[in-house]
């Protein structure tokens, strides 16, 4: 089922009028605190800690949400997310999401690493010409 027809079918059957008149009810707020008091509030894909949202992993749950029915996104990755949903389920935009966060990491620290070995290569043939300059200088000296 698509996220919309499954937000349709439990607003059908709801004392609500919308999807977003459930996400601002009180039973949902109280869900959410309940949820986030035990979370490190983080985003779970990039960990950022500001403008961080409650995405619902399963729509089946909505309005009796357990807590693994939710996790923690920020406002970025949670509007990728519900763009990858359009074509896939929830879950598999969710790992793929993870799965390219954890590949652009290892290219960083890939990066990273290169630029440090090359930086060191670079000090040690500078200070191989300093070194030669050196005697040079000294041997001039003594002619
Ligand atoms: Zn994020
Ligand atoms: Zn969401």
């Known amino acids: 089922m698509s996220v919309y027809a499954a937000q349709h079918k439990f607003i059908g059957e709801s004392e609500y009028d919308s999807y977003s008149d459930y996400l601002k009810s009180p039973h949902w707020k109280e869900t959410k605190s309940r949820f986030l ?25 909505l309005g009796c949400e357990r807590g693994e029915d939710l996790v923690i996104l920020c406002r970025k990755h949670h509007t990728e997310l519900h763009e990858l949903a359009r074509n896939m389920s929830l879950e598999s935009a969710l790992e793929t999401l993870k799965a390219n966060r954890e590949w652009e990491v290892a290219q960083k620290r890939k990066q990273y690493k290169q630029a440090k070995s090359k930086n060191k290569k670079q000090k040690k043939k500078r200070g191989k010409k300093r070194k030669r300059k050196y005697k040079k200088r000294l041997q001039s000296l003594f002619r």
């Open 37 to 61: 008091s035990g979370q490190i509030r983080q985003c779970a894909i990039c960990k950022e800690k500001r403008w961080l949202d409650v995405h619902h992993r399963i729509y089946k749950t």
